[in-house]
């Protein structure tokens, strides 16, 4: 009997076929959710769910075994009942991850290239006076005193901090080390070094030797306080909500910028703005935030001090393709009996 894969994420059928192409004993299903939901009584005998946020129930899909996201963020995935611990064991082959019934996994480590690029974007545009620039281009002003407004600084010699060495980190400190900054990383095992998720080849740092120190996540204040760009890439989960509160706020350098491409809610939004407004913290580079779309009324669009972008960090032309390879990469290896790559452990919540 053939192995069902339910496909629910919108990728090309180019893609598709690269997945029917794994093993002649797969078969695929495709579907199309609507927005408001599944198909009324919907069922599947599928085994294997490749998905974007659409989750289906237990009573649904009885034989289901694996659930693979399309994005990188399981927060909004947590309260599913799939995830229960129980007595199922995968008797139809492959490894799921011991004491769950169902095992979810993730594309983290495909947004490497593109959110490493935009959180050296951010730091370049600080650096270089970039929204000076342009408001001086709308108002179509040639400003007086252009030395003092427009003098850029170097990140050469600055020191970047980044909370959590995952992916991202890791490809952020590869680029910023062609800038010649000192790099201070914390990391929740900080004796663990070498990066034991997925890798893009040519990217990141696989090994862990870029940093110049490498700090437990208990040494977070005394990492922020010496760093003048600080990058939050950390996952929300119950111990990351609000990390960033007043008190870690204010032990930054008033002349430090904070950039967070990670999850909104890592940052305590409202410290934020009274760090910004009150300048205990130079600027801000956002692509999260704890609501999203930003409310109109947030402070935030119209702060001097903020470059914000509405979540897009981890567009890029190459997504749906790294995804599927990704895809591919653990199909194989769920086929083969072996440990998946990016395996959620719901007991650390990523």
């Not at 008797?91 to 996994?105: F, H, K, N, S």
């Not at 870029?210 to 939050?232: F, G, K």
Request: charged share 20%; hydrophobic share 40%; proline share 7%.
């Amino acid at each position: 009997m053939k192995r069902q894969v339910l496909i629910t994420a919108p990728i090309p059928d180019a893609l598709v076929e690269r997945i029917a192409a794994v093993s002649p004993d797969l078969a695929i299903e495709r579907l199309s959710i609507p927005r408001e939901g599944w198909p009324a009584g919907y069922t599947t005998q599928a085994e294997i769910h490749y998905t974007t946020d659409r989750l289906l129930r237990p009573e649904q899909a009885p034989h289901l075994r694996w659930v693979h996201s399309h994005w990188a963020g399981v927060e909004g995935m947590a309260d599913s009942p799939l995830w229960a611990i129980g007595e199922d064991t995968d008797d139809a082959g492959g490894e799921a991850q011991p004491g769950y019934r169902v095992v979810l996994t993730t594309a983290s480590g495909i947004h490497a290239p593109n959110i490493g690029q935009y959180v050296l974007a951010q730091m370049l545009a600080w650096a270089n006076r970039v929204p000076r620039w342009l408001r001086a281009q709308r108002e179509g002003t040639w400003p007086q005193g252009r030395r003092e407004t427009f003098m850029s600084d170097e990140l050469a010699g600055r020191t970047l901090g980044i909370v959590g060495y995952g992916s991202i980190g890791r490809e952020v400190a590869r680029l910023a080390r062609a800038f010649n900054m000192t790099i201070l990383v914390t990391k929740r095992d900080a004796r663990r070094v070498a990066d034991g998720g997925y890798t893009l080849p040519g990217f990141g740092d696989p090994d862990g030797s870029l940093p110049t120190r490498i700090y437990p996540n208990e040494a977070l204040r005394s990492v922020v306080a010496q760093c003048d760009y600080v990058v939050v890439t950390l996952p929300l989960t119950a111990r990351t909500r609000h990390l960033f509160d007043e008190s870690l706020l204010q032990a930054m350098k008033p002349s430090a910028y904070l950039i967070n491409v990670g999850r909104g809610g890592v940052i305590d939004e409202r410290a934020l703005i009274r760090a910004l407004q009150r300048e205990w913290i130079a600027g801000a580079g956002l692509d999260v935030f704890e609501t999203e779309p930003l409310p109109d009324d947030s402070p935030l669009w119209a702060m001097r001090n903020v470059i914000l972008t509405p979540h897009v960090s981890g567009m890029t032309t190459h997504y749906e393709e790294r995804a599927v390879d990704l895809f591919v990469a653990n199909l194989r290896r769920y086929l083969a009996g072996e440990p998946l790559i990016n395996a959620v452990d719901w007991q650390e919540g990523y």
